[in-house]
């Protein structure tokens, strides 16, 4: 392992020295080497090459996410990062949220290996929905929970041509879910040759993978099919399955122009491991299949778009009092159907200073279980369901947007927007957005922005309530277990609940040095959380000491506690060439109850990374990343099951290392390929076992009973990849 690890960092240092040493006259006396080596390189081919690393420069620094079309990176009302095709290369990521580590301030915990989640500018939490998140446009939040499935999007790395991610408030351009920001995956286009390519892999933790895609063009028509899946155990589990996908993708275009275009997408995918959160631990079966119709010109684009899913959980543990077994969960099983509609047009710019984007969208959803329990009917005896478990429940939202921006001089812009969110479900909602950018200098740029955005409570928050199955020595029997799943009736699931609300100031500065080989970013933030969803519990025991269930309680309330939360991001990258990058970031945050007048202690305070990629004449690349997190205490389920209360536990400094290192070589003029290692190594420097640790928490019984997260271990993978 230590060899391993030294192998790798010796070579990126290597392949960096090689990279940035032949450069050298770039920035020196060039006139002269090159004459020395006039043989070797023309004066033109070196002004070639000097413009192609510029041309690359300024496209990474074009950004579309912020504003609804295309800008300078610098103008974006928003603190946007921007992760290429070239980031997604070199990385060593082998899921989408390891590749978003990268993103300043981004917390990324790995609960299981099928559940992941992502947050930042907000408290630390298990849930994983306070990111909107886009596929080519198509919002991946799924209704149930709220959040995108991470290893249930048809697509991979491989897929990806460029990810955008908005850090902060993003409901005036968005809607509900674009709290802490919005993240928006473009997918590779269908090339203009056929081609295909193929990736295998297969690592420690029983860890295996494979994807493949070929694609072909016929006059204005390009048709693209995708697949691929991954097998692996979990960290803490040798031999006991951590996940097993498996997806597929069809895409077909039509173009008329380079401007004007209709793309089919439609894929399917399936997903199968243990999950956790903070109050049980699930196994999971979930199957999703999406269809997409999408029409593009310069001006208007619209989208319509299906989302369906069947979902299967059988909750781990029974329910328990004072050590006595209640009840038990049964496997549920849920079903859902989304059909999403979205347009956009760019209608006016009065005058060139002047540009206005407007848009509309809506989507009608329904969700249907045999097992889960309707509040409105189980317990009310004048219903004709009375009694019967049971639950089909439709709902429908819609939103329109204007967005205005007005630049009166080069050096300064302002930027408007304001949307309008209706929903069956909770209140309508009016985000309203403001920010003002300017550049004092050429590659210096201001930002002050103020806004306001909210999140749509899922389904489980909602009208999850499930039913119970009694054992024979549950004290609950006869007349009492009826009484009992009236009591789960009203659990959980709250019909009441209202949108969570934040409320943010942003200033951000970005320079540009070195004609864009060096940026230097710091983002400053406060937020004022409002109307979060929490957990409400109060367990009152009766006088034969078993739950007095009419004085019980258990669901989901608004916090009427607001949380502020400030914090800054500082990032630093600096492209010694087209091929070589170095970054650098940290994030501070800290997370206040003013009302009680301290500070939590539940959210990590600092985030901090370091690394870079590589790419050499001769083929080798990769790369090297340290996440560091500091400590926190953490909530995690109590082996006492879902109606105890949850356990509080210390996390540790940690730190992660993500690293790459691999060798490409061009077969012909038509393919090539690749081969390699990747590293996952997680350390904990302060605490034994010093090479696992905890993401989100998880502890194990006296009786070696596991329950909360994994626990995190190496994880290293040889892979294979090539195309023709």
Known sequence: MNRLLSILVFALAGALLSNILPSAPAFGEEAGQREENAGEESLDDYEDALDDELAFLQESGVVELAARHRQEIGMSPSAITLITREDIETSGATTIPDLLRLVPGMDVVLVTPTF????????WAYTNYHYLVLVDGREANLELLGQPPWELLPISLEDIERIEIIRGPASSLYGASAVA???????????????????MAGGES???TAAARASVRIGDWGFSVSGGGDLAERFSQRGVLGKKTYKLRLVTEYRWSDSRRFLADGGVS?????????RFTFDTKTTVGVLRLAYDTEDLRGQLYWNGYKFRSDIVGDLEEAGVRLATTPPLTLQGHTVDGQVQWTPLQ???SLLFVVGAGGRISWLGSDDLLDVETYAKKSSPRYHEAGISYWGARAGAFAHAELSPAEWVKVTGGLRLDYSTETEEFLSPRLALV??????????????RAFRQPAFWETRLHTALEFPEDSPYQGGSQENFLEFMSRSFGNSDLDNEELRSIEVGYLG???????SVALDLYYNFFIDRSTMFMNMVSGETDLLDLDESEVRFINSDTRRDIFGGELAVRLSLSKNVSLVASWAHREVFDLEHDRIMGDSPKNLITLGGRFRTASGFLGSLYAFSRSEFMCEVESPGGMMSTPLWIHMDNVILLVGKLGWKTDLSSKGWLETGVKLFLPISPFSAPHFRYYESGGMETPEGKHYGGDELSRLAMIYLEGSL
Do not use: C, D
């Open 181 to 199: 920001g919005v993240i928006s995956i473009t997918t590779r286009s269908i090339p203009e040759k056929n081609s295909a390519w193929m990736r």
């Open 438 to 451: 300017f550049r004092p200098a050429k590659g210096q740029f201001l930002r002050l922005g103020v806004g």
């Open 270 to 278: 399936g997903n199968s491991g243990p999950a956790s959160s903070n």
């Open 512 to 518: 540009e040095f070195l004609e864009g080989r060096l």
């Open 206 to 208: 029983g860890a295996l």
């Open 350 to 352: 009065l005058w060139e």
């Open 116 to 123: 992941n989640s992502v947050m930042s500018r907000l408290h």
